[in-house]
């Protein structure tokens, strides 16, 4: 088996020295939003137990989302009892907070829309693995004034319309709403109406009993009018005749939280955003501190490369060539747990393939294996790495 080992410490010699890329990254990629905020994990226990280092929804993932070099960042909005705008994705704190005055995990349920705001922001504390972490609630307003000075341009999954109202006095029309209620939508349309709208057209579509055609997502996004598209966690409607269609009806369109594998399905497809808890883009700016190319051909060994685990940083993969091939991607945190992807792609009949995948990660290594699985198959694969 081929083996190349990429080693993490670089130094600016080594950087000025590096080799031109020999594809654009970001030219084939969609623009990606970063899901809950930029939060960071941390596997503490077993595969699929986490522990949040930045909690979701919270004024230190905006501040990680400007370091990483994300656009925008997801907020989700919902109602206190006594009705103050918070950032919370779940109906109940539970899984995000714990208890403020030990970190222990807090019974029952404790209900955002059933609770006073002062007793959500005194009794309890967004959970973390850091103890400088572990912050109040955060008020709507509060996030949105932490965008504004970071340079992030907030997306707004609300389905409340005096959330859209708060957003247009902290940022005018420097925001996009997102959600599946249409009135909550229309609300941000009259109240910014050069904002971006990106409807989820699920719900409105089963209240007037349609069928998810084309036709009828794109009268749902007529009747919003202006600068309007579609999201969806669907794969139907980022599917490639859908994505067309959209497209040439001058519509936007967002993949909404996509597993690995199957954000690979989103980018062939052409989804113009992503909103991700793990993709990530390179601005033009940025440069890797390591390179890596390797090669493989039907018949040949898998060829494996890696980059040494790093603090906080990211990988950009690019795939070409013709036939099928199997990559298999694994990911090891400093706890030692090991998550493993395999993404298939091309096909018996030898056609072209070209293809990119994109992974921000903390205090994690990567892996990567290339095998060419058909006759008269060849790839190449070319990976980035970027520090953050």
Known sequence: MKRTKIILAAALAALLSLPS????????????????????????????????????????????????????????????????????????????????????????????????????????????????????????????????????????????????????SVLGEEFIAFGSEFGALAHAREAAPGCLILLDTRQELEKRGLEATFENINGLLDELGGNVGTSSMGMEICAPDMIGSLHSAGRQVQSSIYPRPNEACAVRNGADILLSDFCWRPAKSMKPVKRLTVKTEHGDEPTSASFDQCELGAVTISITGHGRCILTVEETSATGTVETFRYEFGAEDAGSVAERLSYRFWRTSVSMSLSAESEASSFTLAANLYEL
């Not at 970190?103 to 850091?130: M, P």
């Open 21 to 168: 890329c020999s594809y654009d990254f970001a030219a084939d990629y969609p623009v990606v939003f970063a899901h809950r905020g930029c939060w960071l994990g941390d596997v503490q226990t077993c595969p699929g137990v986490t522990e949040y280092y930045i909690p979701e929804n919270s004024l230190d993932g905006v501040r990680m989302a400007a370091r990483m070099g994300y656009p925008t960042i997801e907020l989700d909005v919902r109602w206190t009892l006594d009705s103050v705008l918070v950032c919370m994705h779940d109906w109940s704190v539970n899984r995000t907070m714990r208890n403020a005055a030990d970190q222990s995990v807090i019974e029952g349920n404790v209900a955002v829309g059933g609770s006073l705001f002062e007793d959500l922001r005194t009794k309890y504390a967004l959970a973390s693995v850091d103890p400088q972490m572990r912050r109040k609630i955060p008020t709507l307003e509060e996030m949105l004034e932490e965008c504004a000075s970071c340079g992030i341009k907030p997306i707004l999954h609300c389905d409340i319309a005096e959330g859209y109202d708060v957003a247009v």
